[in-house]
């Protein structure tokens, strides 16, 4: 079973930056596909960002050009980089990890809260 951990979270000002990381069991190759998706009070759950094996990265609109989402292959470790926060990045947010074929594992997440 694939271990998923996030970190990073925290309360930021509007404006400012935050780094979400996302630690996995197992070699980080072996995932066709590793992401973000984050769930804000009384919203539905969206995906953020995601990174294929392959390289190829997804944003949502509302995070282009913000929020960069990148792996470090030899810590086995995925990152959500959040530049410019608004109020509306809020949100408790959750990594996956996915192998081919099969379903994601999901780790028990991480606030996000940006306030002044």
């Known amino acids: 079973q694939v271990q998923v951990v996030e970190s990073g979270g925290g309360l930021v000002q509007p404006g400012g930056s935050l780094t979400l990381s996302c630690a996995v069991s197992g070699t980080i190759f072996s995932f066709a596909e590793m992401g973000w998706d984050r769930q804000a009070p009384g919203k539905e759950r969206e995906l953020v960002a995601r990174l294929s094996s392959g390289g190829d990265r997804n944003y949502a609109d509302s995070v282009k050009g913000r929020f960069t989402i990148s792996r470090d292959n030899a810590k086995n470790t995925l990152y959500l980089q959040m530049n410019s926060l608004k109020f509306e990045d809020t949100a408790v947010y959750y990594c996956?990890?996915?192998?081919?074929?099969?379903?994601?594992?999901w780790g028990q997440g991480t606030q996000v809260t940006v306030s002044s």
């Open positions: 996956y990890a996915r192998r081919a074929l099969a379903a994601p594992s």
